[in-house]
């Protein structure tokens, strides 16, 4: 329940203050709580509502763009992003339509890409490229674009990365927890991009 959300939300963003964390990127199907959460207790939070396509539960690209019309504040520590889960739950056209959308309200994109060697694998067979190259071909990268994971970022990639001037958000503990790998953090940082 959204009750549920915002307790969990406040929760989280307690924890992450006390340990001396102050700002999130906060991908999740409840973004209405999660944002009152984090007004509240006061962290800087940027909320992307976890757009799946074909599941009932999970916000679609309209439903993100009505929050963006009435829930983005000038001057507040909160910001609300498009969320693409990643390749394979969100089609083609609701990347290209989700980067639009960024575009028209000029906020920032988060998705998951290339966490496991199958991921990569199933992207490559469906479109002859990588996750990060179809991205790109969506209009998906920038500098408003955070990628969590890129686990299996190759030499390409990571320069494409650094062309566009996206980020990456590696997230070691989700990976080891999952054993999908670890992400090449000291290419991308050399590249300029973790």
Same mark, same amino acid.
């Given at each position: ?7 969990a ?8 203050l ?5 700002t ?5 199907l ?17 909320v ?22 009435r ?5 507040d ?11 394979e739950?969100?089609a ?34 469906? %479109?002859? *490229?990588s996750?990060?190259? +179809? ?6 990268l @920038?500098?408003?674009? /955070?990628? #969590? ?5 190759d030499?390409?990639?990571i320069?494409?990365?650094?062309e566009?001037? %996206?980020? *990456?958000?590696h997230?070691? +503990? ?6 999908? @790998?670890?992400?090449? /953090?000291? #290419?991308?940082?050399?590249a300029?991009?973790?």
């Amino acid at each position: 329940s959204d009750d549920d959300a915002y307790v969990a939300a406040l929760a989280t963003y307690g924890e992450l203050l006390l340990s001396g964390t102050t700002t999130v990127l906060d991908m999740c199907l409840r973004p209405e709580p999660a944002l009152r959460a984090a007004r509240e207790i006061g962290i800087r939070a940027i909320v992307a509502p976890y757009v799946l396509d074909g599941r009932a539960f999970a916000p679609t690209l309209a439903d993100v763009a009505g929050l963006l019309e009435r829930e983005r504040v000038p001057g507040d520590r909160t910001a609300i992003w498009v969320g693409l889960h990643d390749l394979e739950s969100c089609a083609d056209e609701t990347v290209r339509e989700g980067a639009a959308l960024a575009r028209r309200f000029n906020t920032g994109i988060h998705l998951h890409c290339a966490e496991s060697r199958g991921n990569v694998a199933r992207t490559r067979e469906r %479109t002859g *490229v990588s996750p990060i190259a +179809h991205l790109d071909a969506l209009g998906a990268l @920038g500098p408003m674009t /955070v990628l #969590a994971h890129c686990v299996w970022a190759d030499a390409d990639d990571i320069q494409l990365l650094a062309e566009r001037g %996206t980020s *990456v958000a590696h997230c070691p +503990h989700a990976n080891l927890k999952l054993g999908s @790998g670890i992400a090449p /953090v000291p #290419a991308m940082r050399a590249a300029g991009r973790a």
